[in-house]
């Protein structure tokens, strides 16, 4: 992946500056031609939670892994509940349903995993 790239945000405001443009980054590994197509879409970040896992990696040392916790409801159904994992195991972050290492993440879910784990919204060109 390339460096971190900042880039002012077309919609602007939330700097205080009535119509001032915020910063933001591009997304992980994105080229100039998909960073203006995201702009159309209005979307800061886009990428799989593979992506996220690479990208919180690199940029914070922070490794974390799909882990699966398999058990059986009283009526003999089996439920499968998928966390986030740090190594030491001092990091547990329960995921929603049955999102996967190939998943799309949309902004609500980017945030709330960056607020879980505790890294900035902000990096991934979101709102804190």
């Not at 080229?31 to 896992?53: C, I, K, R, V, Y």
């Not at 009526?75 to 999102?99: C, E, F, M, T, W």
């Not at 890294?119 to 060109?125: Q, R, T, W």
Request: glycine share 12%; hydrophobic share 30%; with cysteine.
């Amino acid at each position: 992946m390339r460096p971190k790239a900042r880039r002012p945000r077309k919609s602007g405001g939330g700097s205080g500056t009535r119509g001032a443009p915020d910063k933001m980054s591009l997304p992980p590994g994105a080229t100039e031609e998909e960073d203006a197509q995201l702009d159309e879409l209005g979307h800061p970040w886009s990428g799989t939670l593979g992506d996220f896992l690479a990208v919180i990696k690199e940029r914070y040392g922070l490794r974390l892994s799909v882990v699966e916790l398999i058990t059986t409801d009283p009526q003999k159904r089996r439920i499968v509940n998928r966390y986030l994992q740090s190594p030491d195991k001092k990091v547990n972050i329960h995921l929603a349903g049955d999102l996967g290492l190939e998943d799309q993440l949309d902004e609500f879910s980017t945030g709330s995993l960056c607020r879980r784990i505790g890294i900035p919204p902000e990096d991934f060109g979101l709102q804190a």
